[in-house]
T-cell receptor, first 117, second 113 residues
Framework: DTEVTQTPKHLVMGMTNKKSLKCEQH?????MYWYKQKAKKPPELMFV???????INESVPSRFSPECPNSSLLNLHLHALQPEDSALYLC????????????????FGEGSRLTVL | DAKTTQPTSMDCAEGRAANLPCNHS???????VYWYRQIHSQGPQYIIH???NNETNEMASLIITEDRKSSTLILPHATLRDTAVYYC??????????????FGTGTLLAVQP
């Protein structure tokens, strides 16, 4: 199984709602990532988890709250979002090998397209 | 962190080789070059990577210059399904077991029938 599964595929929420995006992989990867992609722009790194611990937070606003409950799951909790947060949210996973090149081979999901009204 | 420069867009005729250039003149000796592509409305897809030597797999070939300041991704026989944004990325090393993959603006390759 070489898939990264993201749910839901589409989400519409109001600015006062609380929602979550979910990501799952069964490739035994111990690094997981959240990226955000606006229309016609490249993906922007948000968070990196390594061995289920947050290792990189790219100065993301606190209204985005990541969670990695186990080695196969990654969540992104959303609260009090703004319309400008509307974007495609991409989850990815990879192996962790110190200094190794396999760590750069990320497997991406299809993304969750979020619209904030 | 090494940055990459790619042309904004390129055209290629179906069945011909597509050669996508990338400049990474500030690359460090231990940084890898990765190529990904993103077909419209899909997640990015890993294509190939290299350090010093040229590399080939079932999808593409990667040619890295001897001074490592630039590289070229070659799709030997482009098809319409290869129309996508192609990202050249220098792997940013992070102190530890993880790494950051930072996407640049990429090249939109349009394969024409």
């Amino acid at each position: 199984d070489t898939e990264v599964t993201q749910t839901p595929k589409h989400l519409v929420m109001g600015m006062t709602n609380k929602k979550s995006l979910k990501c799952e992989q069964h490739m035994g990867h111990r690094a997981m990532y959240w990226y955000k992609q606006k229309a016609k722009k490249p993906p922007e790194l948000m968070f990196v988890y390594s061995y289920e611990k947050l290792s990189i937070n790219e100065s993301v606003p606190s209204r985005f709250s990541p969670e990695c409950p186990n080695s196969s799951l990654l969540n992104l909790h959303l609260h009090a979002l703004q319309p400008e947060d509307s974007a495609l949210y991409l989850c990815a996973s990879s192996h962790i090998l110190r200094g190794g090149d396999k760590a750069g081979e990320l497997f991406f999901g299809e993304g969750s397209r979020l619209t904030v009204l | 962190d090494a940055k990459t420069t790619q042309p904004t867009s390129m055209d290629c005729a179906e069945g011909r080789a597509a050669n996508l250039p990338c400049n990474h003149s500030t690359i460090s000796g231990n940084e890898y070059v990765y190529w990904y592509r993103q077909i419209h409305s899909q997640g990015p897809q890993y294509i190939i990577h290299g350090l010093k030597n040229n590399e080939t797999n079932e999808m593409a070939s990667l040619i890295i210059t001897e001074d490592r300041k630039s590289s070229t991704l070659i799709l030997p026989h482009a098809t319409l399904r290869d129309t996508a944004v192609y990202y050249c990325i220098v792997r940013v090393r992070y102190g530890g077991a993880t790494n950051k993959l930072i996407f640049g603006t990429g090249t939109l390759l349009a394969v024409q029938p």
